[in-house]
């Protein structure tokens, strides 16, 4: 996706939007939007997806980029999915993490908005975007545009202000 990479190996956010044409390629784009999240001093980010079903979650990179970038002040990773049923079962790695950050954070659940119209995306509070436009082919793109960013979170914000908290820590909610 990025061949250029900085002095300590670490990717250089892209200057043009570069497209996701594969399921490896999709994974490697919610990598790199945590990278470059981390790297802008995001202090929320935002996934969006029907039901993470096919997020790369129990990814050890993945869980190691979260885990140093919760550890910095006011952080909080936000999830939003229709349901969370296919996490426990296909991502053991990211439920057994989550309790250990479950303070920050914050899954939801939609109360109106039908499955079909859910996208699947990764935003953050700067300018950073992932995009799935086609799940069944991997079809998406990444940017780093503030002004798409706000769109997209505009699009979102009416859904998560009528969202309600879901996937509990643990089954009893407690």
Same mark, same amino acid.
């Given at each position: 996706?990025?061949?250029?990479? /900085?002095?300590? @190996?670490? /990717?250089?956010? !892209?200057? @043009?939007?570069?497209?996701?044409? %594969?399921?490896?390629?999709?994974?490697?784009? =919610?990598? #790199?939007?945590?990278?470059?999240?981390?790297?802008?001093?995001?202090?929320?980010?935002? #996934?969006?997806?029907? /039901?993470?079903?096919?997020?790369?979650? @129990?990814?050890?990179?993945?869980?190691? %980029?979260?885990?140093? #970038?919760?550890?910095?002040? +006011?952080?909080?990773?936000? +999830?939003?999915?229709?349901?969370?049923?296919?996490?426990? &079962?296909?991502?053991?790695?990211?439920?057994?993490?989550?309790?250990?950050?479950?303070?920050?954070?914050? !899954?939801?659940?939609?109360?109106?908005?039908?499955?079909?119209?859910?996208?699947?995306?990764?935003?953050?509070?700067?300018?950073?975007?992932?995009?799935?436009?086609?799940?069944?082919? #991997?079809?998406? &793109?990444?940017?780093?545009?503030?002004?798409? %960013?706000?769109? +997209?979170?505009?699009? =979102? /914000?009416?859904?998560?202000?009528?969202?309600?908290?879901?996937?509990?820590?643990?089954?009893?909610?407690?």
């Amino acid at each position: 996706m990025n061949d250029r990479v /900085d002095e300590k @190996g670490e /990717d250089i956010p !892209p200057e @043009g939007p570069p497209l996701i044409t %594969s399921r490896q390629e999709f994974a490697q784009a =919610i990598r #790199w939007s945590l990278r470059a999240s981390a790297k802008a001093g995001a202090r929320r980010i935002l #996934w969006v997806d029907p /039901d993470f079903a096919d997020w790369p979650l @129990g990814d050890p990179e993945l869980l190691q %980029s979260l885990t140093a #970038w919760l550890r910095q002040p +006011m952080r909080q990773l936000v +999830m939003l999915a229709q349901n969370y049923d296919a996490v426990p &079962r296909r991502h053991a790695r990211f439920v057994e993490w989550r309790r250990s950050w479950s303070h920050a954070v914050d !899954p939801r659940t939609p109360e109106e908005v039908p499955a079909s119209m859910h996208p699947s995306w990764a935003l953050d509070d700067t300018s950073v975007c992932v995009e799935l436009i086609d799940r069944v082919r #991997w079809r998406g &793109r990444c940017t780093l545009d503030v002004r798409q %960013s706000r769109l +997209m979170h505009e699009q =979102i /914000d009416a859904i998560l202000q009528r969202s309600s908290p879901a996937f509990p820590v643990s089954q009893l909610g407690i």
